[in-house]
């Protein structure tokens, strides 16, 4: 298994480029099973998941070819609307497959997704709001099993933003007869890209980015082309990363206006970020780093998936802080490889109590997930000494190329293939 090995204490300085969106890509690549004609999307990262969900797709026997960072996806015929318990077990975005399936095809049989690493993570909400646009749902042998001859819009209202939900059921109802409504709709940026794509496809969808979402219905839907957003979540790595080593860092292709709460924590812990001259986004570290407390929300508010990485910066920081964790119930499998490499943090349920120290020091770690792998990453950038990063497929799902973005930029980093 491949491992990650830093030599930390290095100052970051230099430009990074941001890929394009995991979050985003995989709801987009599902959407193309919606046309009966060829989507392309541009600004596809390179990473394992992008890989798992065309392989799903090509299971499926539907086309797709990837060319540096294009993908063109053809849906015209779609042989079986089936997404095997192999594919889904790896990566538990699989299930956004399954609202574009019933819509498109009239049937679909997906495998549950079951527990992670993360908390159990259940798609009650994605199945209540098929349910109610017209789906007949079965779960058998750990198969979800939905039909339905045409999907008819309803009224929706979700229980919690759910993320991948709202892209289920805007994707489902963007082929239902008549006017669907999402209350409560999850306000993700990606949310916002993927109904984008939708709109070109030939849906009518209004309010995405807001917690109310309105889709008029449409008989039939065709290709179109679509750049993906940048990836907020990579890009607020990088600003930690300029927080923890002191650094000087240029984040190409980076939105603010996607990262607003991350930013502002950022800021209240002493990092400086400004837009520089190109319009890419500036961040400086500097000593010493504030201590601050953190509670993780749906969006707008501070996301989960930069939870961990925050916990370093705070691991670093001169005083007490508090992170609370309110999305998912089990996400703080970092804090004990983080108190190997020195940290002081005390978890209690869904509060970690941070005391602050002057450094970290290397050891060799475990990853147990994707946004954990960040954070380990991140700690053995600040930490004396060497760090081991063991596990790190969980990284290459989700960050392009991560060791040598990091590199380039000045850290004593790599890639031990094993
Ligand atoms: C998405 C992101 C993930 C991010 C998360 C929260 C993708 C591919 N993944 O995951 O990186 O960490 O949003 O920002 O976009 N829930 C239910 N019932 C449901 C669905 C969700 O109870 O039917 C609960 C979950 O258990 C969790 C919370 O809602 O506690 C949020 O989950 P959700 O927004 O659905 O996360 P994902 O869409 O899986």
Redesign the pocket.
Known sequence: MDKILIEGGRRLEGRVRVSGA???T??LMCAALLADTPVTLKNVPDLM?VRTTAKLLRTMGVGVAIEGDAAVIDAARIASPEAPYELVKTM??S??VLGPLVARCGRARVSLPGGCA???????????GLEALGAAIRLTGGYVEAEAKRLRGDRLYL?????????NLMMAAALAEGRTTIKNA?R?P?IEDLAALLNRMGARIEGAGTDMITIEGASRLSGAEHTVIPDR?EAGTFMVAAGVTGGDLVLEGARLDHLEAAVAKFREAGLEITRDPSGAVRVRGGRPIRSVDVK?L??PGF???LQAQMMVLMALSRGLSVITET???NRFMHVPELRRMGARIETQGSRAIIEGVAGLDGAPVMASD??ASAALVLAGLAARGTTEVNRIYHLDR?YERMEAKFAAVGAAIRRVRG
């Open positions: 995991k979050n985003a995989l709801p998941d538990r975005a299930i956004l993360i908390g159990e993570r259940p798609i009650n909400l994605h199945l209540k229980d919690f933003p759910t993320v991948t939900g709202t892209e999850a993700e990606e979540i993780t749906p969006h996301p989960t998936d999305v998912f119930e994707l946004r989700g």
